[in-house]
């Protein structure tokens, strides 16, 4: 009896792989070691984040807009058919991109993921709870009220399509991945299908890339057109000393003292001798 129930423990313990001992150290290393690599790449890709934003957010960073540094402006025109819509107002977004109520789209990012490759349409859609999608957009129009178009609807008795274009350029695609530049045009509109961006025109607000008034005087003189050579001519003074015909002689100029030094002496009183 003693011999059989020996040699059942002993078939018992190779059917399982060995002892007590050796059935649990075997999982318990296997899974401690998947955890510790776990942990280790969660560690290595959150501090390599982390990195990358602080070097997008720092004033050194190559990536422009720079967080806390780059001021950039963007003349956005959004339209319906053959109307533009008025220009939305949104200054109080979290990120640094919105606008005044005058059509551009002000970027100067405070945190980085409005910085850099991340300063795109989107970006500024959030801020004014508008939708982007390729073929379709949702913006606030009379009230703050939000209305979707897309492609397919009508303009009238024409079929109309949604467009967006950048610097005149047709942007294929999402609207929301155009990044946004420097002094940019961005046309976001729904138009009868083929109309092109001739056809369209700039962004209404254009003209007000050149009057900022959240600019410092230092930018405002590096955006604006230098002064031409004939207005720098008219706002000097004319000197008398040069000909204003060529070729022919200045005229001749009598300083004040000259005129003071050769006038003619008082007549002298008349002689007594004749009388």
């Known amino acids: ?14 059917g399982i792989g060995g002892g007590r001992t050796n059935r649990g150290k075997a999982p318990v290393l296997w899974y401690g070691s998947l955890v510790v690599i776990l942990l280790a790449g969660i560690g290595l890709t959150a501090f390599s984040r982390d ?11 190559k990536e422009e807009p720079r967080a806390n540094a780059a001021h950039w402006h963007v003349a956005l025109g959004v339209r319906v058919c053959d109307r533009w819509l008025d220009p939305v107002q949104d200054q109080a977004d979290p990120k640094g991109i919105h606008s005044h109520s005058d ?4 970027v100067h990012p405070f945190v980085a993921s409005a910085a ?17 999608a390729v073929n ?14 897309e492609t397919g609807d009508k303009c009238g008795e024409q079929e109309a399509e949604v467009k967006a274009f950048y610097n005149g350029e047709l942007h294929e695609g999402d609207p929301s991945d155009i990044l946004l530049t420097d002094r940019g045009k961005l046309v976001l509109a729904l138009v009868p299908k083929g109309t092109t961006y001739e056809q369209i025109g700039d962004p209404p607000s254009t003209g007000g890339l ?20 004939t207005d720098s001519a008219a706002s000097v003074p004319a000197d008398p000393t040069v000909s204003a015909v060529p070729g022919t002689p200045p005229p001749s100029v009598v300083p004040e003292t000259t005129t003071a030094s050769t006038a003619a002496p008082p007549a002298s009183p008349p002689s007594s001798a004749g009388r």
Do not use: C
């Open 51 to 61: 990195q990358r934003q602080e070097e997008l957010a720092s004033p050194e960073s």
């Open 103 to 106: 059509g551009i789209i002000h």
């Open 136 to 149: 379709r957009f949702a913006w606030p129009e009379g009230g703050g009220k939000k209305v979707a178009h």
């Open 210 to 229: 050149d009057n900022l008034s959240d600019v410092d005087p230092a930018e405002q003189a590096r955006q604006s057109p230098p002064t031409s050579s």
């Open 116 to 132: 850099g490759r991340r300063a795109t349409l989107e970006r500024y859609a959030e801020a004014v709870k508008g939708e982007l």
């Open 1 to 14: 009896m003693g011999k059989a129930s020996s040699s059942k423990k002993v078939a018992r313990a190779a």
